[in-house]
């Protein structure tokens, strides 16, 4: 029996003595673990599952073995294809959801691997890493010439903010994934060598606890998740980990500059920020409606209260010091002195209900100012606490007591905690000062009261719709059908006007009133609890004045607290008129000033990659998103205007996803400027965030990224390179439109040969998947790029590509100035190194598999066959260009991490075709037919979900 509690998983003997020299074998002990969960999970599912279908089970696991060995071995796949293919539900089911919690496993370790990696190389006891820390980082920058003053200068003062969005991509429940964190802590724990007999035993019946509960767990998510609860989702991850996190990181940097001799980081600065767009993001989510962000305000503040509190009774109970600056002592007066006033003017506030307290319910005493100061944020924190408590159980709020006023802006909170920071920095006590006071004020400046602000998204178009719907009304004709001047002059007049254009009863209704609705709750709640307005689909500059509008007319302070407004660019066309739209909105005098007294000029702008990759395919995409964002700081230099850019990007590189430090350090000279904004979705939140320690490693990747991208000298692109880029790009997008668009073969193809119809059921987010009823374009990105994953095919990211590249060899010269650029354009090199990877996981062996049994007309069948031709064309021209004789030669850590899926990879591909034949052959347009056994749909569509997200896990790429 492996794993039982007389044989504990624990690494071999030998691992702790290989960790003394830099030529260590950091594989074995990953490649252990792996084994060790793998094999303990199988010998546990004996109980559950009859000696017949273990036997099914290992027969399966072997043949795809024998499979994977034999480099795709013809009659090893028909053998394990036949054997899978005359499997029944229940065996299907139990073949899938084994292989995905293998999947599960394996991440899992490699994610503890990464801490045991980063540990060695903290100790002195190796070097090779991912070169990302903060020491490597500012070496490298000294060594290019910066002084380490510089280098303080710029990580006292930049930042780079997380928006943590509800896109669904995280395909595994989070009951699940609280187990694979109990196992985390488990094999993380057992490569101490430390550890006595006794303590490694109740390591291992926790492992094997957890390992049971990650089995007998239910993998099917039973009901589509409300925003509110993907709010939630992402509070508990920010809980879990980031809340920890932040202050450690700042810490590390604080004592990396003392040792240097230099002050550490300003008290104020915030070189992390979090957003989300749970419970805001209306774009095309009926759901998220202005009740459901006013609730998800209250779920934020109401948490953020409860994690304050307990920081807070820990530092009242910490810092019992009996003596104070006289600073603090003042404000302990006047604390005292405010309470009084309020009471002499309202007596009845007197006779309120005293509340019992952990510690010191009773008061503390008067000779102990820090105390004092701190029973009075107690007070305050828990009337905040219970306000938000009460808004959430639709309850009047708790009676006013000048003792305990809520809290409305985080500067209420700063102000008694920095009195308290500078009279211990007077009295000499800077250790205390320095340790969990200081971890408090930081958090407060970067979580604010509401842990993330929220931002509030919504399509250009349905701007336009309500703004129509006034205009009508008030007879001013249809704005809708206005041209672009006549909507400028029509909105920048309103805008300056001191007449409110709304009447407070206006007979809008429908979609226009919900729009109105929304800009009301949003002047309601205020810029403390929300971050940007994200106009998406924004091509024109009237679409954001029409914003401006809408937020000045439905404030009680005529914009005066208005949220900034934040263009989404995501098409290829939005991408080209770039510059006509913010040059039009900087050459607006109206806009201009606003722009300047309210925003300090700076400006925001949203940069989408998922759309403009479906729309024109990822070279074109990924070009123009370049080119737009040189052409754009340029106009905003020109207009004295500071830009910042807020990068759309998804999960998988299709979606501009990838390495964080790869795709900072590829981005266009001049374009950070010690601001990074980004979305962080889905399963990349498990993978940078999943694990407390991989959560500091994160903070610090991102901070050691903008610090090189705005520090390191830029290299010069040279005109030859731009010429021959434009050039590919317009191969790669008429050859992508001429297929994803021009082909009629095409949508049928996809529909038929991948699960895109099928995605629906994962419940995994609650969002629709269409905008509107439609071809390809109607398609959201997500499952667009996740159908595409799910066959192997992965088209998004490489049709057209493989066109230009053929164009760009066949010229005198082609090759080697692909090459050349290649080797010195880091822009160049990353979009092919992050190609490389997707590429590495496409498989046209099993992509032609769900032709086979899915597509029914032979055209179709030939379309695909010419599809996989022109995958395998592309790979080979990649590898030209890149110099690698095999895909990821230069990046083992992935092609190790593909290989150790790759036989678990085909049971489930070929699990799921089946699966989808089955399923197809009982509904019409995805509605059951008549007469069909209810249980017998059930167990399908439950098997049918295993299998995407067993394939999601394995390929860690959901959308």
């Not at 040059?583 to 007294?597: C, D, I, P, T, V």
């Not at 590509?801 to 090199?829: I, N, Q």
């Amino acid at each position: 029996m492996v794993g039982t509690s007389a044989n504990p998983i624990r690494p071999m003997a030998g691992v702790n003595a290989l960790l003394k020299s830099d030529s260590v074998d950091f594989i074995s002990p990953l490649q252990e673990d792996v084994h060790r969960l793998c094999a303990t999970l199988l010998d546990m599912a004996q109980n559950s599952v009859s000696p017949e279908l273990m036997a099914v089970l290992e027969k399966v696991k072997s043949l795809a073995k024998i499979y994977d060995a034999s480099s795709k071995d013809e009659t090893a796949f028909y053998n394990l294809a036949t054997l899978i293919e005359d499997l029944d539900v229940e065996e299907l089911t139990v073949v899938g959801s084994m292989f995905s919690n293998m999947c599960n496993l394996a991440n899992l370790a490699e994610h503890v691997h990464r801490i045991r990696r980063k540990k060695a190389f903290e100790r002195g006891e190796s070097s090779f890493l991912s070169h990302h820390s903060l020491e490597e980082i500012v070496a490298d920058l000294q060594k290019s010439g910066k002084s380490i003053s510089e280098i303080r200068e710029q990580l006292a003062t930049q930042t780079v903010e997380m928006v943590l969005t509800a896109h669904p991509t995280q395909a595994v429940r989070r009951s699940l994934l609280a187990k694979l964190h109990n196992i985390a802590k488990c094999i993380e724990s057992n490569h101490d060598q430390y550890l006595t007999p006794e303590e490694l035993r109740i390591n291992d019946k926790i492992l094997r606890a957890s390992l049971l509960g990650l089995w007998r767990t239910d993998e099917v998510r039973r009901s589509k998740p409300k925003p509110e609860d993907e709010a939630r989702n992402i509070l508990q991850v920010i809980e879990d980990t980031v809340w920890d996190a932040t202050p450690k990181q700042m810490s590390r940097m604080d004592d990396f500059f003392i040792e240097r001799g230099l002050e550490p980081l300003p008290l104020d600065a915030t070189p992390f920020l979090f957003g989300s767009w749970a419970g805001g993001d209306r774009d095309g989510n009926p759901f998220v409606t202005p009740a459901v962000t006013r609730e998800v305000v209250a779920i934020n503040s109401y948490r953020a209260a409860c994690l304050y509190l307990v920081e807070i009774e820990h530092l009242l109970f910490d810092l019992s010091l009996h003596y104070g600056s006289d600073e603090l002592y003042e404000y302990n007066k006047g604390i005292s002195a405010d309470v009084e006033e309020a009471l002499k003017a309202r007596p009845e506030l007197s006779v309120v209900t005293k509340i019992k307290y952990k510690e010191f319910w009773n008061g503390v005493p008067p000779t102990e100012p820090f105390r004092v100061c701190f029973a009075h944020i107690r007070d305050r924190m828990t009337a905040t606490r219970d306000y938000w408590e009460a808004v959430l159980s639709n309850l009047p709020p708790p009676p006013e007591n000048p003792t305990s006023r809520v809290y409305t802006a985080k500067g209420q909170l700063l102000e008694p905690l920095k009195v308290m920071y500078r009279s211990l920095l007077d009295t000499g006590d800077e250790a205390i000062a320095d340790g969990k006071l200081k971890d408090l004020i930081r958090r407060v400046n970067v979580f604010g009261l509401t842990i993330v602000k929220l931002d509030i998204r919504q399509e250009a178009e349905e701007h336009t719709s309500a703004i129509n719907g006034i205009t009508e009304y008030l007879g001013l004709g249809n704005y809708s059908e206005f041209n672009e001047e006549e909507r400028l002059n029509f909105l920048t007049e309103v805008l300056e006007s001191k007449r409110p254009l709304i009447p407070r009863s206006h007979p809008v209704t429908g979609k226009p009133k919900s729009v109105l609705d929304t800009f009301e709750a949003v002047a309601e709640i205020g810029p403390e609890a929300l971050g940007a307005y994200v106009i998406s689909m924004c091509m024109k500059p009237s679409d954001v004045l029409a914003v401006e509008v809408l937020q000045q007319e439905c404030s009680n302070n005529g914009g005066a607290t208005s949220l900034r407004v934040v263009p989404l660019l995501e098409t290829i066309t939005a991408l080209q008129d770039c510059t006509t739209v913010l040059g039009s909105l900087f050459e607006n005098k109206w806009y201009r000033e606003h722009l300047r007294a309210r925003f300090s000029s700076v400006q925001e702008v949203m940069i989408g990659y998922s759309d403009s990759g479906k729309d024109g395919g990822r070279l074109t995409s990924v070009w123009e998103l370049y080119k737009a964002q040189e052409h754009m700081v340029e106009c905003a230099n020109k207009h004295g205007v500071t830009l910042r850019f807020f990068h759309g990007r998804g999960g998988t590189v299709g979606r501009g996803g990838g390495p964080q430090h790869l795709a900072i350090r590829s981005q266009p000279p001049g374009t950070v400027n010690k601001y990074l904004r980004v979305t962080i979705q889905g399963e990349v939140m498990e993978q940078d965030f999943g694990l407390p320690a991989l959560a500091v490693r994160t903070l610090e990747t991102y901070t050691t990224a903008v610090l090189k991208a705005d520090l390191t000298e830029p290299v010069p692109v040279k005109p030859e390179y731009r010429d021959l880029l434009d050039e590919l790009s317009d191969i790669s997008c008429t050859k992508y439109r001429e297929i994803v668009h021009g082909d009629p073969r095409f949508v049928q193809y996809f529909r038929s040969a991948t699960p895109e119809q099928e995605l629906g059921l994962l419940n995994i987010g609650s969002r629709p998947q269409k905008r509107k009823e439609g071809g390809v374009e109607t398609l959201r990105a997500i499952p667009w790029v996740f159908a595409w994953t799910q066959t192997r095919l992965h088209l998004p990211v490489w049709l057209g590509l493989g066109s230009a590249l053929k164009t760009g060899m066949g010229k005198e010269g082609g090759k080697k100035l692909l090459r050349d650029m290649y080797e010195t354009w880091p822009f160049f090199r990353s979009f092919f190194d992050l190609i490389g990877m997707v590429l590495a996981k496409a498989d046209s062996h099993i992509s032609s598999r769900y032709d086979d049994v899915l597509v029914d007309q032979e055209e179709q069948k030939q379309f695909g066959t010419m599809l996989r031709g022109l995958l395998e064309e592309t790979v080979d021209l990649v590898l030209q260009v890149s110099g690698e004789q095999n895909l990821l030669d230069k990046d083992r850590v992935q092609q190790r991490a593909i290989n150790t899926r790759r036989e678990w990879l085909t049971p489930m591909n070929l699990a799921q075709v089946v699966l989808l034949k089955r399923w197809r052959s009982i509904t019409v347009k995805g509605q059951v037919k008549e007469g069909v056994d209810p249980e017998e749909s059930k167990k399908l569509v439950d098997a049918l979900i295993i299998s995407m997200k067993g394939l999601s896990s394995a390929l860690q790429n959901t959308g």
